[in-house]
Each structure stands twice: as structure tokens, then as C-alpha cells.
């Protein structure tokens, strides 16, 4: 058949990557924090015109990222009602009740250290039953300020379950948990950077090697097992092979997080101050094609204005 005719290649080209697919990743500071960082950032105060602008363009969700001015070895704060993670979700809330908010779960931006877990006794190694509680405690806190879809990002074993019966114990049976099934990456840094994230031992001791895809696999249906609802898989690109055996593997959603060194490396600044996507949506297309149910970047925003000037 032939198909070099534009006319014919346009009726024949399939559905294309819709503002819809996309969530919007929002890295949130406070108020009076001006000091420049790698990846753009919303205050409090911003979020709710960062949200009317997205509903314009017909992006219908968010993932929201924040940590704590205070930072202590316990994460004391991460479960904070007045932290600045539940601001920003009320804020969404507030602007928009009907956008889709996930969050991310983890104390990385919460401890003094960086790390992804509460220090054992003297700071040395993990302590687990620490670590698991206050991932719960503050999977709850986001429920309580309206989150729904919460994302345990530590990949801590056994705190997928533990954020499953926290919620349902606190009376939050509707809120769906997405946990991150991360391979190591040095695509982090920018957002690393821009979060005070970077940890103090210089690795996550749970993220997956990228040569183990087998025990990635393995990790993503423990963690439907535990209680996930979807999983989300990082960096994007470097997830495609897991994308695709975990779609023939089990029917939940399977979110790919294009992360700040992709969004950094595949755009480039536009004149009127956004960012090309042009490339960005060539992979989120690929990504979609190989059974992302919706694909959570930096870029959302910039795509999706430019789908409705298209």
C-alpha cells in the first residue's frame, strides 16, 4: 500500500500525544527562597496560576515535589499539616479540585543527611521500622491534604504495604499509591540540586542497577503485591525495557517519569522564554506506543501549549 502521499500518511499516522497523557512535574520552594536553581521551581503563591494555566491547555494533573526548610535526622517535618508539601497540595486543590495531584513520598528533602531513610543508632546505617513509619505518616498527611495519588520513592522493602494499611486506617481507602521503581541514574542531578536531595553517601542504597533489569521486574510486582495501584518508572527512557515486560506482566498502569537531566538535555530555550519539546514529544510518543498509561514531565506544560497552537 502505498503511503508517501501526505493526505494518506496523516489519515494513517495513528493518535497522536495529547495534553491529556502528560502530567506536570512541580518543584515547589518557599515563598521568600530567590537563590537560582538548575530546574524551575513554583512557590505556594504561584501554584494556583501555574494551575489555571495548565487546565487551559487540558493538562489534567501534577506532581508535586517539596521539602522542608528545617532538616533535622529524624525527617520530623515530612509529615508536617503546615509543611510546605501540603500547602502546595491544598493550593492545587483549592485552584483546581478536579486535577489529578501525586505526590512524592520519600524524606530525602526532609533529612538533614539527603538520604532516603532515617539513620540506625550513632547515624549509621538504616533504621527500618523508623524509616517505614514515617514514610506512612507522611503518605497520610498528603491524604489528609488532598492528594490523590501518593508515591513512596524511597524503595524502602515493605513500605508500599505500610503506606497501603496507613491509609486505610486513617480512613483513605480512595487514594491511590504509586510507588517509583527508580534505576540509578546520573539524569538526577538537576533536580537533586535544585531539592537539596543530594544524599550524603553519594548513592541510594535501594535504587536498581541499570544492568538488573531482572530484579527490577522482580521489585515492581513486589510492589503490586504490596498494595500499588500503578507503578511510575525512572528515568523514562532508560525504562523502556521495563515498560514493555511489565505491560505483558500485569494490568496495572505504568507511568514513565521523564526526569530533570532528560528534560534538560532534550530541550533547548525557546525565544519566548519556554523550552523546545520538539524531541521530548518525539520519546513521550515512543513511550506512549510502547504502553505508558500517562508519561509525568517537566516539559508538560510546553508541550501542551504548543498541541494547542498546532
Do not use: N, W
Not at 497540595?89 to 538520604?115: F, L, N, Q, W, Y
Not at 505500610?162 to 480512613?171: F, M, Q
Amino acid at each position: 500500500m502505498p503511503t508517501h502521499r501526505l493526505p494518506v500518511r496523516r489519515f494513517l499516522e495513528g493518535p497522536g500525544l495529547a495534553p491529556a497523557d502528560l502530567t506536570m512535574v512541580l518543584l515547589v520552594r518557599e515563598d521568600d527562597e530567590t537563590d537560582p536553581r538548575p530546574m524551575p521551581t513554583v512557590t505556594v503563591g504561584q501554584i494556583p496560576q501555574a494551575v489555571r494555566d495548565l487546565t487551559d491547555c487540558g493538562v489534567r494533573s501534577v506532581k508535586v515535589f517539596a521539602g522542608s526548610r528545617v532538616r533535622d535526622a529524624r525527617a520530623s517535618q515530612a509529615a508536617s499539616p503546615t509543611g510546605l508539601m501540603m500547602r502546595a497540595i491544598r493550593a492545587v486543590k483549592d485552584t483546581a479540585p478536579e486535577m489529578a495531584v501525586m505526590t512524592e513520598t520519600c524524606v530525602c528533602s526532609h533529612t538533614d543527611s539527603g538520604e532516603c531513610f532515617i539513620a540506625g543508632t550513632q547515624g549509621r546505617g538504616m533504621d527500618l521500622v523508623s524509616t517505614i513509619e514515617a514514610l506512612a505518616e507522611q503518605a497520610v498527611a498528603q491524604a489528609q491534604a488532598g492528594a490523590d495519588i501518593v508515591g513512596p520513592a524511597a524503595m524502602v522493602p515493605g513500605s508500599v504495604r505500610a503506606v497501603r494499611t496507613a491509609l486505610d486506617g486513617a480512613g483513605h481507602e480512595d487514594v491511590s499509591i504509586m510507588p517509583h521503581l527508580i534505576f540509578d541514574s546520573a539524569l538526577y542531578e538537576g533536580y537533586r540540586a535544585t531539592m537539596g536531595a543530594a544524599p550524603a553517601s553519594g548513592s541510594r542504597a535501594f535504587q536498581i542497577i541499570p544492568r538488573q533489569a531482572e530484579q527490577a521486574i522482580r521489585t515492581g510486582l513486589d510492589y503490586i503485591g504490596e498494595g500499588a495501584d500503578m507503578l511510575l518508572l525512572e528515568p523514562a527512557l532508560f525504562a523502556v525495557d521495563l515498560l514493555v515486560r511489565l505491560k505483558a506482566a500485569t494490568p496495572v498502569p505504568l507511568v514513565p517519569f521523564s526526569v530533570s537531566g532528560e528534560y534538560l538535555r532534550l530541550t533547548s530555550p525557546a525565544e519566548d522564554g519556554t523550552r523546545d519539546g520538539r524531541l521530548l514529544a518525539e520519546a513521550f510518543t515512543m513511550l506512549k506506543r510502547a504502553g505508558a498509561e500517562r508519561i509525568i514531565t517537566y516539559g508538560a506544560i510546553d508541550l501542551a501549549r504548543a498541541a494547542t497552537r498546532g
